[in-house]
């Protein structure tokens, strides 16, 4: 997507009772290395405060449960993703290549997502309810992400009348049914997922 002129600092989408800064990536460094090497279940805060070389109070000040800490951890992995989309749509002339785009460097970026397919397979018990049940900081990180650029599209005069928070929630609902439950009649290799956003994703933004 284009660069909207209201962009908020993607550090904002940070929800919950974290703020970003180096203290909190120092945590969240330590605790995504040892997610990815053991496991949510096997991972205490005792384990991040070592890792990070801090207290375990300012752990809990900062995220107060464990809960708080893997949504700090999956947030911040969100702003890497949406780095690496924007970096994937930087060179596409139109706000519909854009989201063809955008759809198909989703899927992509999404399959080589380490730590995340990792937990899916070692502790679907304990990713799924972040990825279900408590996702809605993601969702509303990624649906704020996707209706800025779709405003700035439409203050540019690059797309149609229509409400960029509901179109985003659309295409964010979707990708996200679509990660988490591939099988289906939706293609999600690269071409096939490219033909379906042109035929089917397009025509919401004219």
């Known amino acids: 997507m284009t660069e909207p002129t209201d ?40 384990d991040v405060a070592r890792a990070s070389g801090l207290g375990r109070a300012t752990i809990y000040r900062r995220f107060p449960t464990k809960n708080d800490l893997v949504t700090g951890v999956l947030l911040r992995e969100a702003r890497r993703f949406f ?11 139109t706000v519909e290549e854009r989201i063809v785009e955008g759809f198909v460097a989703t899927l992509r970026i999404s399959r080589e997502q380490r730590l995340v ?32 650029r779709l405003r700035a599209a439409q203050l540019q005069g690059d797309a149609g ?34 033909a379906f956003a042109r035929r089917y994703l397009t025509p919401m933004i004219r």
């Not at 009772?17 to 040892?34: E, H, M």
């Not at 179109?167 to 609902?173: D, G, K, N, P």
């Open 7 to 46: 962009r908020a600092p993607l550090s904002d989408l940070l929800a919950g009772p974290a703020a970003s800064g180096p203290q909190v990536d120092r945590i969240l460094d330590a605790a995504l290395g040892l997610y990815g090497t053991f496991g949510l279940r096997r991972t205490t805060v005792d």
């Open 83 to 93: 780095a690496e989309l924007d970096a994937a749509v930087a060179a596409c002339p």
């Open 161 to 194: 009348a229509f409400d960029p928070e509901v179109v985003a929630e659309i295409l964010i609902r979707l990708t996200h049914s679509l990660l988490l439950t591939p099988e289906g009649h939706i293609p999600l290799d690269d071409d096939g997922a490219r």
């Open 117 to 148: 397919n990792r937990l899916l397979v070692l502790e679907p018990d304990l990713l799924l309810p972040h990825a279900t049940g408590r996702a809605g900081p993601l969702l509303a990180a990624a649906r704020g992400y996707l209706a800025r």
